[in-house]
């Protein structure tokens, strides 16, 4: 099946994920990225305000000419007091039809999180470029790849998330979607 997909994203990692994981499942006739703003901040905090800009970012890309809508927004959680980052992918179909998965999480270092907390910062990239020197870094490895020495690039969160939440899509019959 021949689908085009709308991003609401014009971050070239963010791109790269999604198509990826749709060509597993789909043939990807056309990838459309643009841009869409959010009502949530620069630096969501928790999986309410994550989800929310995910869901934004979707549905803000979504036009008639779409076969599916995805927004792909990172934030932070805390889960025992310790700050993680957390991409989360939401997926709208044409036919109304929606889901969204999270990625795999990763600790964030305690004064990275305050410095953003406490308005040092606007978000992570700004952090993470103060700390690596390395501009635009959540367009290139992001954080991840800076903490993994290389192992492991934002483009595979991005990628996982959608991967996730393409799972409900792709078995319908299983959460009563038919």
């Known amino acids: 099946m021949k689908v085009t997909i709308c991003i609401g994203s014009g971050n070239p990692v963010k791109v790269k994920g999604v198509r990826l994981a749709f060509e597993q499942f789909f043939t990807v006739a056309e990838v459309r990225s643009k841009k869409v703003s959010t009502t949530v901040g620069d630096q969501p905090i928790g999986l309410h305000e994550i989800l929310e800009g995910a869901m934004e970012r ?6 008639p000419e779409c076969d599916y809508g995805v927004g792909v927004e990172a934030g932070f959680y805390l889960l025992n007091n310790e700050p993680f980052d957390v991409e989360v992918s939401y997926i709208i179909g044409k036919n109304g039809l929606h889901s969204y998965g999270l990625s795999p999480s990763f600790p964030i270092p305690r004064a990275v999180y305050e410095a953003i907390v406490e308005g040092k910062y606007s978000e992570l990239e700004e952090a993470v470029e103060h700390l690596t020197g390395v501009e635009r870094i ?6 991840i790849g800076f903490l993994t020495r290389g192992k492991l690039e934002r483009y595979v969160l991005s990628y996982t998330a959608t991967i ?4 409900k899509l792709l078995n319908k019959e299983l959460y009563d979607l038919t």
């Open 58 to 63: 979707a549905r803000g890309s979504l036009d």
């Open 138 to 143: 959540g367009e290139k490895q992001g954080f």
């Open 164 to 167: 996730m939440a393409l799972v």
